[in-house]
């Protein structure tokens, strides 16, 4: 008797370690000169998650994102769903030069992390990290992440489109030109309302620090 409750134990030991979260810091530094970063959102996730996939059309979910930095389709992302480990949304931005820190768990099961959010002062653009796989032996890990389009506005540059300063009209939408798949973004042209020496930017706009915690 004695034996099988010591193995029962070591079996309910071995599968609370497998589940076990492990914790990290993730630190979003905006690299850009005049671009403010809306609130990020991180995911931790299965290898089954993408935020969206190059040369497709944006996926619902993350074209408020794209278009005007909003989050709340990612507050209704239920965790308990087997191929998300957690969700963590920022509550500010990040301007130029500056960074953020927000902390996420997951487990080994769940060895990606993506990582998201709006370049403000643009039609549709915004700095992701789509699936990546984390280290679990590594302390600390960085990475930098290009700017794609969402492709669901047309880049007219005009402020009456645009919800980052100097402009501020969120929810406006310029769609009838729109490209219609996610692409790399080229940047902010000089065409409409924002002069291009302050507002584009050269790839990659944002480096992600990730340190484990425990």
Known sequence: MFKQT???????????????ADTFNVTITNMT???????????????SVKLFTPGQPAPSFLIPLAEGGHTDAFKDIDKSFSIIS??????????????????VQT??????????????????????????????????????????DAGTEFNSEKCE??????????????TEKAEGYVYISNGV??????????????NPAIRVVISRTK
């Open 6 to 20: 010591l193995s029962i134990a070591l079996i309910a030991a071995a599968l609370t370690t497998q589940i076990q």
């Open 33 to 47: 000169v005049g671009q403010v970063l809306t609130p990020p959102v991180i995911i931790t996730h299965d290898k």
């Open 86 to 103: 957690d969700v963590v949304l920022a509550t500010g931005p990040v301007k130029p030069g500056k960074s953020l820190t927000m902390t």
């Open 107 to 148: 487990t080994t099961s769940h060895p990606y992390i993506s990582v998201a959010g709006m370049l403000a002062s643009t039609n549709d653009s915004f700095a992701a990290i789509n699936s990546h796989k984390l280290d679990f032996n590594a302390d600390t890990q960085m990475m930098t992440a290009a700017v794609y």
């Open 161 to 174: 489109f645009i919800p980052g300063p100097p402009c501020g009209n969120d929810g406006v939408r310029d």
């Open 189 to 202: 042209h000089g065409i409409g309302d924002l002069p291009a020496a302050t507002f584009t930017w050269l």
